[in-house]
Each structure stands twice: as structure tokens, then as C-alpha cells.
């Protein structure tokens, strides 16, 4: 079983960047498919992007295409989520997760305000 750990969540200005990070225990790391989820307060849970197991195979959503990238680090366990053109709307909770999702983390919290 896989466990992750979101961070690198924080307030910043319209315009602005982020880059999150999930890591990731366990050796099966590179077996998984991920996605990096979000979700705000009474909505459904909304997946962002998605990286196969083997780094390829990525996709988006169509409200962050040409915003975001994801990313994968297989030394590092680590997957990224890098944000640039921050808008208001991108303010939520973000999770990584394995696809299809297993038990959740705590997430981190992405805020964009002026």
C-alpha cells in the first residue's frame, strides 16, 4: 500500500505559482497511475491532472490545460503539481492520490487572493 503526503500549499496572488508536492512511502510507487484532486467546500471532489505509472500519459482538466503540470520524480517517490497562472477559482483543497483512489490524506490547502 502506497501512503501520500501533500505540502507546498500556501496563500499567493492571481497571476502567481505553486508547485505541490506528494510523496510518496512505500516501493510499489512506480506501479501506480496518480492524480491530483481538489476539492472546495460542498462541491464534489475534482480531478485535476493524471500521470501513468510509467511518467507518460498525462492529462487535464480543461480548466487548468496550459496552466498546470504534473510530474513525476521516480528517485524521489514524488509527484508534482506545478501551478502557474493562479487564478481565484484554483482556490481549494488539493490531494494526490493513487488512480483509482485509495484512502485519502489531508491534503493541502491552495488559497488565491490579493
Known amino acids: 500500500q502506497v501512503q501520500l503526503v501533500e505540502s507546498g500549499g500556501g496563500l499567493v496572488q492571481p497571476g502567481g505559482s505553486l508547485r505541490l508536492s506528494c510523496a510518496a512511502s512505500?516501493?510499489?510507487?512506480?506501479?501506480?497511475?496518480m492524480g491530483w484532486y481538489r476539492q472546495t467546500p460542498g462541491k464534489q471532489r475534482e480531478l485535476v491532472a493524471t500521470?501513468?505509472?510509467?511518467?507518460?500519459?498525462?492529462n487535464y482538466a480543461d480548466s487548468v490545460k496550459g496552466r498546470f503540470t504534473v510530474s513525476r520524480d521516480f528517485d524521489k517517490n514524488t509527484m508534482y503539481l506545478q501551478m502557474n497562472s493562479l487564478r481565484p477559482e484554483d482556490t481549494a483543497r488539493y490531494y494526490c492520490?493513487?488512480?483509482?483512489?485509495?484512502?485519502w490524506g489531508q491534503g493541502t490547502q491552495v488559497t488565491v487572493s490579493s
Open positions: 492520490n493513487v488512480l483509482p483512489p485509495g484512502s
Open positions: 512505500g516501493s510499489i510507487f512506480s506501479f501506480y497511475a
Open positions: 500521470i501513468g505509472s510509467g511518467g507518460g500519459s498525462i
